[in-house]
Every structure is written in C-alpha cells, then in structure tokens.
C-alpha cells in the first residue's frame, strides 16, 4: 500500500461522514475549528480528523488521525487471502479515541456467557455478542462440526500489547474474541514464510458472517492475517461511514 493521503473533504460544510459514525458509535462531538473538524471526547481533549499529513502504512499505525482509520476499506464477502500488502481495514485505531469510549475501569466489563463459556467483555458489546452467539447456535445445530472451530475460544478482555509493538490491543477494551487459537491462523507463526493464512485454519464463511452482520469485523481480511480474531467495529461495516479511498 501507499501513502495515507490528506484531505479537505467535508471541512466545509456537515462534518464528515465518518466522524458523524464516531459520533454515533463513540459518543464524540464534531466540532468544527479554524476550518478543520475535530471530535471532542470532553474535559477539553479533542482529537483531529484530518492533522494534514502524509503518512506510510507504518507511520499510520503508530500515529494516527480519524481519517486514518477509515483510508482502507473493510470488504464483506468470500473469506479468501489478501495479497496487496498492508492491506489491513481495522488495525488502525487511534488510543485515545478507545480510550474515552470504552476507558480503562473494569467497572464497565461483564461476564457473559458465549456458546457456554464465561468471558469478559465490555458491557457495550454485550448485546452484539448475544446476537453473534445466538447466530452461531443456529449454525452449528445445523452443522455441529463447526464447534471445535469455535471452541474453546482462545480469550476476550485481557490487558497487553499487540504482539511486537508498543501498540495496545483491542483485547484491552474488552471489544475483541478470539476463537479457537488451535484452529486459527496468524502471520506471526509464519517466521517470514510467504503471508498467506492455511485455508484449514481459516474458519467457514458462515462463521465469519455471523460476526459481521452483527458488526464485528474479522481479522482473517488482514494481509497481517489474525483468522482467530473478532474485533467489534461496527464503523467499518456501515456503508453510511464510507469514505472515498484515498490511498495510491
């Protein structure tokens, strides 16, 4: 992949489609400064949408804007690999934003219950996760050989890193699940091998839909593949948050 590329769109005007999202999805305020939209998280702290730079993929990742999150597309449909490099809808996320909506109190987790097994998660993503689960009930009833791909599910809210980085993960807001680790695949395990996930540890396509519809996005559409991992990103899966592609 290129460059993240800067842009005007929507300085003018009603904010920009995917900061109404975020309003919608993260509770923050648009505000509209010296011609630059930000979003208010509050107590005065307020984040750009656009901070006018050009950035690599790398550069995105460790420093992000709004809009960054947005500039690559996240694609529903066949669960095949991903060959364009870098191509990952999803792992940019700026903290402070995740931060402010999910916080760090553990006052904000639950314990549920998921195909029968407790995990914690935050109690924003309680009722999306119910969904998923009763979607995925149906699923194995009908096919029960799809359960071990499920099960034992390899964790929900933990505090950590993103393996090699300094970057936190989403696990540590209590929006990401990961199911069977022994029937996953991720890029990491490779050791510089070509990046392709093994399709018999890639799970079913019926599988994975079930997360989407319900607005979790799947790490398996990652060139950085992550085939065990969920992540609730409902931002990314509703078309009213698109934004034109601006990378090249």
Known sequence: MGLFAAS???FAGAPPAPLLCLQRYYGVQPVLET??????LGQGQRLP?????????????????LQDMFSLPYRRGP???????N????????DSLFK????????????????????LVHSRIVGPLARVEERLRVLVAAHPELRQTILPLGG????????????TSAHSYGI???????RSDYWRWRHGQDLRPQSDRTPAQAIVDAFEQEGFIWGGRWYHFDTMHFEYRPELLDPSCSVPAELH
């Open 176 to 182: 990401a699940l990961d199911i069977n680790p022994k």
């Open 87 to 94: 191509d990952d809808p999803g792992r940019v996320r700026v």
């Open 8 to 10: 005007d769109a929507g």
């Open 79 to 85: 669960t095949t690999a991903i060959h364009s490099e």
């Open 100 to 119: 402010f909506t999910y916080g760090s109190n553990r006052a904000a987790l639950r314990r549920v219950e998921f195909l029968g097994q407790k995990i």
């Open 156 to 167: 929900a809210f933990t505090r950590r890193k993103i393996a090699g980085t300094d970057r």
């Open 35 to 40: 011609d630059h939209w930000f979003a208010r």
């Open 49 to 65: 949408y656009d901070d006018g730079r050009k950035k690599t993929f790398a550069q995105a990742l460790a420093e992000p804007d």
